[in-house]
Structure formats: structure tokens, C-alpha cells
């Protein structure tokens, strides 16, 4: 079944502690993002990679790290989370094609606490 | 800054009643719209797309673009109780970011 994986689901921390959620397609897709939803902000992108080893900032990177050494896994690193950061966090894939985007698959999310 | 705008509802309609969600966007240069549906809790999915102006049809939903109006609509015919969620309308503006800009959504019940 072609799906985007995120690991954990949910997740409840303390100020500090450092954390990854890990993001995996199966899709063979190029191009991977990560975006956060809050109320009444909707969502935003966090960083976002086209390919291996190619990754670049979305509107709110403060406070994250992403890695992309593997085509299909895209890890979301959060060195010293703050409570500002508690959010649903949602990984998406797609195919790279010259007319853009076409169909972006979304993970289940990862809802975080940061206490 | 982009912007994609939504009126956040709720919208509430009938059983079998058309619901029609609208969009506007800002930059003018975006290139295609996405329509996706997001049931509380759960992960945004994918209704529709349209890159071009006019009417594109994928049973009963229809997803309208006017780029001359930056505007993009989503009708549902016959809705029904299980199309009650947030309909989010998203913006791609070209360049090498797939990124979308998202509307904040809205929130549209079905009654029985």
C-alpha cells in the first residue's frame, strides 16, 4: 500500500529534550515537506527537500533540523523543543513533475506536546 | 507574503443540497489548486486539483478556476453527511518549492 509513515503518533515532552519524528514514503517520491497545523493558523511549512542531500527552509524552520539521506525517509529534528512548538505535525511526499505538483500524500500526523 | 483566503464557516447545508466553498489567492502567477478534505484529527487528502480556467468534474465534486479573478470554488452536488469536514483550498506558485499555501479552511456540516 503506497503510504507516508510518521512515527510517533503522539508524543508528550519537557522543554529541552531533544527529539526526531521520523517520516518514511514508499512511493518513490522526490519530494518531501514537512508542515505544521495549528488553530486558526492553518498549515505551514516547515522545511522541505527535493531530493537526496538537497533540503531548504519553508516559512517557519526556527527551531528545526531535517536530514535527507535516504530517498524515502525525511527525519523532523527538534534539538530543544519549546512549548511554542507543540503543534500536529504532518510529513507529505510527491512526485517531482514539470508542471508542479501534483498529488501531495500526507502522513497520519504526529501530534506534540512540549511541556 | 502569499495568501490564500477562506471563509472558516461553518457552512452548513442540507442532505442533497449543493455546497459551494470558495477561495481567493493573492499571487497572482499560481499555477495550480488543490482541493483537500480533512476529517477532525486526521491527515489533509487529496479531491482535486486544476491547473486550468474553467470547470473540471470528478463525480460530485467540481473544482472551478477563474485566474483572472484569482478565485477557485469546490461544489459538492448531493452532500451528503459524511462530506462534513474542513475543506482546505492550497496554492502552488511555481519555482522549485513544491510547497503549498494553504487557506485556513472551512469547516463545512452536512445535516440529515
Known amino acids: 500500500e503506497a503510504q507516508v509513515t510518521q512515527n510517533p503518533r503522539y508524543l508528550i515532552t519537557v522543554t529541552g529534550k531533544k527529539l526526531t519524528v521520523t517520516c518514511s514514503q514508499n512511493?518513490?517520491?522526490?519530494?518531501m515537506s514537512w508542515y505544521r497545523q495549528d488553530p486558526g493558523l492553518g498549515l505551514r511549512q516547515i522545511y522541505y527537500?527535493?531530493?537526496?542531500?538537497?533540503?531548504d527552509k519553508g516559512d517557519v524552520p526556527e527551531g528545526y533540523k531535517v536530514s535527507r539521506k535516504e530517498k524515502r525517509n525525511f527525519p523532523l529534528i527538534l534539538e530543544s523543543p519549546s512549548p511554542n512548538q507543540t503543534s500536529l505535525y504532518f510529513c507529505?511526499?510527491?512526485?517531482?513533475?514539470?508542471?508542479?505538483?501534483?498529488?501531495?500524500?500526507f502522513g497520519p500526523g504526529t501530534r506534540l506536546t512540549v511541556l | 507574503q502569499k495568501e490564500v483566503e477562506q471563509n472558516s464557516g461553518p457552512l452548513s447545508v442540507p442532505e442533497g443540497a449543493i455546497a459551494s466553498l470558495n477561495c481567493t489567492y493573492s499571487?497572482?502567477?499560481?499555477?495550480?489548486f488543490f482541493w483537500y478534505r480533512q476529517y477532525s484529527g486526521k491527515s489533509p487528502e487529496l479531491i482535486m486539483f486544476?491547473?486550468?480556467?474553467g470547470d473540471k468534474e470528478d463525480g460530485r465534486f467540481t473544482a472551478q478556476l477563474n485566474k483572472a479573478s484569482q478565485y477557485v470554488s469546490l461544489l459538492i452536488r448531493d452532500s451528503q453527511p459524511s462530506d462534513s469536514a474542513t475543506y482546505l483550498c492550497?496554492?502552488?506558485?511555481?519555482?522549485?518549492?513544491?510547497?503549498?499555501?494553504f487557506g485556513k479552511g472551512t469547516l463545512l456540516t452536512v445535516n440529515p
Open positions: 486544476i491547473y486550468s480556467n
Open positions: 512511493m518513490n517520491h522526490e519530494y
Open positions: 499571487d497572482r502567477g499560481s499555477q495550480s
Open positions: 492550497a496554492v502552488w506558485s511555481g519555482g522549485s518549492n513544491y510547497k503549498l499555501t
Open positions: 527537500s527535493m531530493n537526496v542531500e538537497v533540503t
Open positions: 507529505a511526499s510527491s512526485l517531482r513533475d514539470f508542471k508542479g505538483p501534483n498529488e501531495q500524500f
